[in-house]
């Protein structure tokens, strides 16, 4: 018996050691043999390479070189991009393997005072200052190809975490696809830049300027060229009948259109130091006729107030500075996106700035298909309330909401009909460059509308950083992605579209921003009641003051219990603000702590009680057998 259990303890012993010895075989023979899977349970994929990136390097017939510029010292700039380097480490592994030998990457370490730190300055890689060790810390990327094609990312910063696939891939696809289809660009928007007041091009230029030549037009145009693949309208105001027919034979000869129109634009409309600004003619009112025809309306005295992405706005009231919600300001989320859109695929928000909405009445054999919406949280906003100091408490609390579907990005597509049915204006008839007029489309084609031209503007998708005394933009939202999308669905290239937006790091809590929104709104209007208590307070005292030292008058004695009633008014309506004031945020901060405790706390201590409850059971069961023997 004794010699029994000592060969069944040393059984025990060696099933231990051979499970070991299995556990690393399995491992080691498993990472040769799928070395190249990964299974990415994020939501959004970010650890993944998506099909349109897979496509892209299998596109590569030349040789293109990446070098990935890492310095020995990057971890003084904090965890975050230890974490980066080792992402980007693992994208380009990957992206060695589907590629095959045409995809060389190097890994280069400028050391101080090295060949390497002069290659690496020279190719445009942003030096971030290392004030401690005396020297230089680099982290970026730069790519050739065989015909001197050479593009650069000059710094990997953390805010981009989820966009580096796309940076990767676009500047692999930019130096693969050497001749870029030629997109024009039309309208009262300064997209180039103004030299004279000294303000840059926006970025959205320099976005699609990255796969498409660019075209600048100006001025009355007689015909558009048919080398022109999309024309693009940002918010023509400016815009002649002349230009109108143009713009109308273009589409009917096949051409394709995506138009930014605006009810109102804040970067040429918003007020200017506390003046109205110029009146000006606006992109709407001279592109009816086009509308219409095609059985499209965009109210041009309405924009939509969103509460369910409405941005937080700072403003001063009553000398103090407060945080709000903007609804006039939000973001369209993955719920505002039409399922199976090509052109919203794999995007995760929109930000826009007072945009209208479109509304469709079939009048031609056109297709219309919704590619954005506003939340069912929305609501309908006249621009006099926003045009001139708008006030964001006001509007946060006077906000219908409406089931109404409110559309604000949609395409037609089909055979168009002129809306120049007499033909053409005389400025056009007498061109040397007219073309016969044409009544229907000689073939199908496209126009994709927006209503809101602000979300070009960097200010509102973009936040700029200092990193090491140089500007960094970072993306807030998929804005430049949007454009680029829509214009390459629009001229038939769309090897890139899956890619876009493996979104933005920040994700939020969606339930957490509802119940904070619900929250602000009640305690908004308990505010303006009471602000409006208290001013009329101050008003009846104010008034009683004037005519006491214009008058002389001395007042009855009822008179007096009632201007001291009224300031005892304006006392317990202080008092009771501040309760509602300090109430709110307490409601607000114990909600925010609440949720984030069940959060964090709910599935472990469900496994704990899982785990109690099976030992209870155990025991129970050894009780009972042991009972029975």
């Known amino acids: 018996m004794h010699r029994y259990s000592k060969y ?12 070991l010895m ?5 491992n080691i023979w498993g990472g040769r043999l799928f070395n190249s899977a990964q299974l990415d349970l994020t939501e959004d994929k970010i650890f993944s390479i998506s099909e349109a990136t897979i496509e892209v390097l299998k596109s590569i017939k030349e040789p293109i070189r990446l070098s990935f510029y890492t310095s020995e010292n990057l971890s003084l700039l904090g965890p975050d991009y230890i974490s980066l380097m080792l992402r980007i480490e693992g994208l380009l592994e990957t992206y060695k393997l589907a590629a095959g030998s045409n995809l060389i990457i190097e890994r280069i370490v400028p050391k101080p005072f090295s060949p390497e730190e002069d290659q690496a300055v020279s190719d445009g890689i942003h030096a971030i200052p290392d004030v401690l060790g005396n020297s230089q810390i680099f982290f970026g990327l730069t790519g050739h190809n065989s015909t001197n094609g050479f593009y650069t990312i000059p710094h990997f910063a953390p805010e981009q975490n989820n966009l580096i696939e796309y940076e990767l891939t676009r500047l692999i696809f930019d130096l693969v696809n050497t001749k870029k289809r030629t997109v024009a660009i039309y309208g009262d928007l300064p997209i180039s830049g103004d030299k004279t007041q000294r303000l840059p091009p926006w970025t959205i230029l320099d976005t699609i300027k990255r796969f498409f030549s660019v075209q600048i037009l100006f ?10 693949d999309v024309l693009v309208l940002t918010e023509p105001g400016e815009l002649s009948q002349t230009t109108l027919y143009a713009i109308d034979q273009f589409i009917l000869r096949g051409g394709r259109v995506l138009a930014f129109l605006d009810p109102f634009n804040e970067m040429l409309d918003v007020s200017q130091n506390g003046q109205p600004s110029a009146p000006r003619s606006r992109g709407l009112d001279n592109f009816t006729k086009l509308l219409s025809a095609w059985g499209i309306e965009i109210p041009t005295r309405t924009v939509i107030g969103d509460l369910g992405g409405a941005i937080n706005v700072q403003m001063t009231r009553n000398d103090k500075i407060s945080a709000t919600k903007y609804p006039v300001w939000f973001d369209v989320k993955e719920g505002g996106f039409v399922s199976d859109e090509v052109i919203t695929s794999g ?14 009445s079939r009048q031609q054999s056109l297709k219309f298909q919704p590619i954005l919406l506003a939340s069912r949280e929305s609501g309908f906003i006249d621009i006099s309330k926003i045009e001139y100091a708008p006030n964001p408490v006001e509007i946060l609390a006077n906000l219908q909401q409406t089931a109404e579907q409110k559309v604000l990005m949609a395409r037609l597509s089909g055979a168009f009909k002129t809306a120049f049915p007499a033909g053409a204006p005389v400025a056009n008839v007498n061109s040397a460059n007219n073309l016969p007029h044409l009544n229907d489309s000689v073939k199908s084609t496209a126009v994709v509308l927006v209503a809101d031209a602000d979300l070009l503007a960097d200010e509102t998708w973009l936040k700029n950083k200092n990193l090491g005394g140089q500007s960094l933009k970072v ?17 038939g290239t769309s090897s890139m579209i899956g890619l876009r937006g493996k979104g933005t790091l920040k994700r939020r809590f969606t339930l957490l921003e509802k119940l904070e929104q619900e929250a602000e709104i009640k305690y908004r209007k308990q505010e303006n009641k009471l602000l409006s208590k ?10 009683i003051r004037r005519t006491e030292i214009k008058q002389g008058v001395v007042y009855s004695q009822e008179q007096q219990m009632e201007l001291e009633r009224k300031r005892n008014e304006m006392i317990e309506a202080r008092k009771e603000l501040r309760e509602v004031q300090f109430s709110a945020k307490e409601n607000i901060t114990e909600l925010k702590n609440r949720i984030i405790f069940y959060n964090i706390w709910s599935v472990p201590i469900l496994l704990l009680l899982v785990i109690f409850g099976l030992n209870l059971m155990r025991v129970i069961s050894w009780r009972k057998s042991v009972g029975e023997s």
């Open 475 to 491: 993306p807030l939202a998929n804005n430049g992605n949007l454009v680029v999308n829509a214009l390459e669905q629009l001229v």
């Open 534 to 543: 208290i001013e009329d307070g101050k008003k009846f005292i104010d008034q």
């Open 8 to 19: 069944n303890k040393l059984l025990r012993y060696l099933n231990i050691v051979f499970l």
């Open 22 to 26: 299995l556990f690393v075989s399995v």
């Open 347 to 360: 995007l995760s928000r929109i930000s826009l700035r007072s945009a209208g909405y479109i509304k469709y």
């Open 219 to 228: 001025g009355d145009v007689q015909r558009f060229s048919s080398d022109i």
